[in-house]
């Protein structure tokens, strides 16, 4: 049988002749099996055309190169598209502000894209947070560490037993809620003027935030800067290149743009540490306990449905891999 899918079929003059299916142009006049065959290849035909003309070209922050960005879906009213050489995934959004929408709503459950109530579950946070400082002591025991989109702090006050720690944090409150605690923490973003006066680190942690940055490029090379030679950079985040995420699509529980912005790969994640100049040392989808009540919250928002008000306790956390968000280790070469 040859490879090439052709189809015979009779013209309006009743000429019989092979028609190759290559797009909206094949028609079927009489046949009605035949003719709504074709009229599903040609709507997806069609599709595929329209999402070809809305592939654009990007400059990547991942692998640094300008490229062709397929267009994928379309969600929250943002075009979600794919780099070509390195497999990120973008968010095009239209005028959001992260300094509006990061407050204590973002917090508290207010906004159905947040945390259902993250200072309620401090007791399961703060023990996820100790198994990371555990992870992370494999590869640097002790010196300087800077915890960007510190949040309330909880995962500083697990490191500050080990480390001499410090924070950044754009939402006001908890910034100030950190503070209240004890901990040198400065509200804003991470930018030159505020690492200027946080001086080296040893360990540079972002914990679920490089998804949420504007230029995850620029901040990550600022932060490249103002690490000491040797030092490390750790980061957790989705993985788009999981297979949860590519059977979901747009379903995907990480899909939630205009907060998340980016879709990092593993591919993606090389690409970046390589183009930075960094080593990536370790990489892996590790198990995290989950609050029941932000599980709860998840899935009434998947859903489609608003939750009122979570009656599960916050207490109670599930041993929980999807494994579709990963853990990187990334070392800058000491020289
Ligand atoms: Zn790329």
Redesign the pocket.
Known sequence: MPEERTQHSEDSKGRTGPQELRGSVATFDRVEEGATAIATLSIKNHEVFESRVRDRSHV?P??G?A?VHRFLYRKNGCDILR?E??G?GRAETMGFDPESYYTSDYFSGELPDGYADYIGTENILRREFAGTVEFIRKFRASGRLLDVGCAYGFFLHEAKRFFDVSGIELAEDAAEHCRRSGLNVFTGQADETLLGRLGTSDVTVLLDVIEHLPSPRDTIALLVNHLDPGGIIVITTGDFGSLYSRVAGAHWRLMTPPQHLWFFSQA?MQ?MATSLGLEVEHLDHPWKVVPLSLISFQLTRMSGLRSKRIAISNRLGLPVNLFDAMRVVLRKPSR
């Open positions: 990547c991942a692998c190169r490229s780099c050489q390195c990120l993606s690409a």
